[in-house]
């Protein structure tokens, strides 16, 4: 480890231990969260998603940024993505537990998606948080990871200029150059099944309103991946 990766490590350290040892940190987190839910999406995914990048790219590349790596651009294409997941997250998190209804799952509540709000564990909660896991990233997340791949592409088409970035995006050509095997191989078919199903299913499990804070956290998980999908990608050519 290098003496970036300590700094790195501190400044982590200081902007979460508050919340394990002052409760208020946590009471003004929860009344921010209820108070501006798509807000405060943008903010946490815009900073720990794009942390999670930089992660990626010191795996990659032995440094947390580079000249084209582009921070502000990729900070607000997460910032975005959050929103579009809390969206999703109320779709999902209230439809499917009712498709299991509609295929005869008794519920114990008049609302099928109430099980999942409900203190500890059960094999229904499961079963709810299961339907969520699995719907939310059988047709959401490929949708989601295609946009985050041709908005990567483009940044790194820009130079990481955030200007620049905001330039219509020739989605046709880069459909064209992208690696989309080792999309499809890896991100689509491995990182879904093995550990997105699972992951949000344990998330769909937590109080309602920690949801969007572990799956920012797990959007950190996301840089690495997508780090090991690039370097699977330059073996390639």
């Known amino acids: 480890m290098k003496k970036k990766d300590f700094i790195v490590i501190a400044v982590v350290v200081i902007v979460v231990l508050p919340f394990f040892i002052f409760p208020e940190f946590?009471?003004?987190?929860?009344?921010?969260?209820?108070?501006?839910?798509?807000?405060?999406?943008?903010?946490?995914?815009a900073l720990l998603a794009t942390f999670g990048e930089c992660l990626g790219l010191r795996l990659r590349s032995g440094v947390y940024n580079k000249p084209g790596f582009g921070i502000l651009p990729r900070a607000l294409v997460w910032g975005f993505l959050g929103i579009t997941i809390k969206v999703a997250f109320v779709i999902f998190g209230e439809g499917s537990p009712l498709v299991l209804k509609t295929l005869g799952v008794p519920f114990p509540t008049e609302n099928p998606a109430d099980v999942l709000r409900q203190p500890g564990l059960s094999w229904i909660k499961f079963f709810a948080a299961l339907s969520v896991g699995t719907l939310l990233n059988l047709l959401f997340a490929p949708v989601f990871m295609t946009f985050h791949r041709l908005t990567d592409m483009h940044?790194?088409?820009?130079?990481?200029?955030?200007?620049?970035?905001?330039?219509?995006?020739?989605?046709?050509?880069?459909?064209?150059?992208?690696?989309?095997?080792?999309?499809?191989?890896?991100?689509?078919?491995?990182?879904?099944?093995?550990?997105?199903?699972p992951a949000q299913t344990l998330n769909f499990m937590l109080p309602e309103g920690y949801r969007i804070l572990v799956a920012a956290l797990y959007s950190i998980i996301l840089g690495v991946l997508l780090s090991l999908a690039s370097l699977m990608a330059m073996k390639r050519h």
Do not use: C
């Open 26 to 45: 946590i009471h003004a987190y929860n009344r921010i969260n209820a108070s501006f839910p798509y807000l405060a999406s943008f903010v946490k995914f």
């Open 155 to 197: 940044i790194m088409h820009t130079g990481g200029s955030l200007l620049k970035f905001l330039t219509p995006i020739p989605v046709a050509r880069y459909i064209e150059e992208g690696d989309w095997i080792t999309f499809w191989n890896f991100v689509i078919k491995k990182t879904i099944p093995i550990f997105w199903i």
